[in-house]
């Protein structure tokens, strides 16, 4: 067995996404607390294992299709580099794992379970219903947020969540735009629903998301029971709009955020800049 590629079977690159979980521990001011930390980052410990059923799953699924994909197709089930039966034992480990870890906290445990299930129902049927397939991409950092809140007890402000959702919706439209000038022609071939969809249409919903974004970070940021100064967050989060804009149209690089956030060092550098001034405002109460 290659380990290597069975543990790129997991796409541990995508765990990223599961940086969500920290949203409360971190805009709560209690980042600091050492038993809330390690309840949290045990937390997204577990997501990262939930989110890699799914995508053995959908690797599972998608098999045929994602041969004919240009780069897909040296991922390790389409590639051969690991066998269906391998890729089934790992699911179910990864599966049981989840249930063992979080069956103590029933309503964190029915958060996981509700990913899993949506996400199941993702794969066989609603990835080839048109806007409800992205809603789907959507719901799961909405559930990734609240498993973090829901783990250390601490609720945070429905303008995060609102945030939350609309960056998620986001990044789903723009993978959605990058797979079809990446594949033109051959875009129903690989992914179905990329024939419900056309630039000129995940444009006019972008045109609707983007400033929609930013609009609801403000609200948070004038809103925020942590300090007024929150406000001069604000440049960071319209740099990184833009930028992740310009990337996308010069470099289509869309389909894959998790190249953009961990590889463009531009976007990284803004995203860390965010990140301190955050800490700063709410930590050192400025």
């Known amino acids: 067995m290659d380990l290597k590629s069975t543990i790129q079977l997991m796409r541990p690159k995508q765990w990223i996404k599961n940086g969500f979980v920290f949203a409360a521990i971190v805009f709560s001011g209690k980042f600091v607390e050492t038993s809330l930390l390690l309840i949290a980052i045990k937390t997204f410990i577990l997501f990262c294992l939930t989110s890699s059923t799914i995508y053995i799953l959908n690797d599972l699924v998608d098999i045929e299709k994602d041969k004919l994909h240009p780069e897909k197709k040296n991922r390790p089930l389409p590639s051969g580099k690991v066998s269906k039966s391998t890729a089934i034992v790992l699911d179910i480990i990864l599966l049981i794992s989840v249930i063992y870890f979080s069956i103590g906290n029933m309503k964190l445990f029915a958060i996981f379970m509700t990913y899993i299930i949506v996400n199941i129902a993702y794969s066989f049927k609603l990835k080839n219903v048109v806007i409800v397939d992205v809603m789907i991409i959507t719901f799961g950092f909405i559930l990734r947020v609240q498993s973090g809140s829901i783990a250390i007890g601490i609720t945070i402000s429905p303008w995060l969540i609102l945030c939350t959702t609309l960056l998620s919706l986001f990044l789903a439209l723009n993978k959605r735009k990058s797979e079809l000038i990446t594949l ?22 972008l045109t609707i998301v983007t400033p929609s974004i930013l609009i609801a970070y403000c609200l948070y940021t004038f809103s ?25 149209i010069k470099q289509n690089i869309g389909g894959k955020p998790e190249d953009i956030f961990t590889k463009d060092i531009p976007f990284l550098v803004n995203i860390v800049l965010w990140i301190i001034s955050i800490i700063v405002i709410i930590y050192f109460k400025l």
């Open 184 to 205: 033109n022609s051959k875009s129903g071939k690989h992914r179905k629903i990329l024939e419900e969809y056309s630039i000129e249409l995940l444009d006019n919903m």
């Open 224 to 248: 925020s029971i942590q300090s007024n100064t929150m406000m001069f967050t604000i440049p960071f989060v319209l740099y990184g709009i833009f930028r992740y804009q310009y990337l996308m």
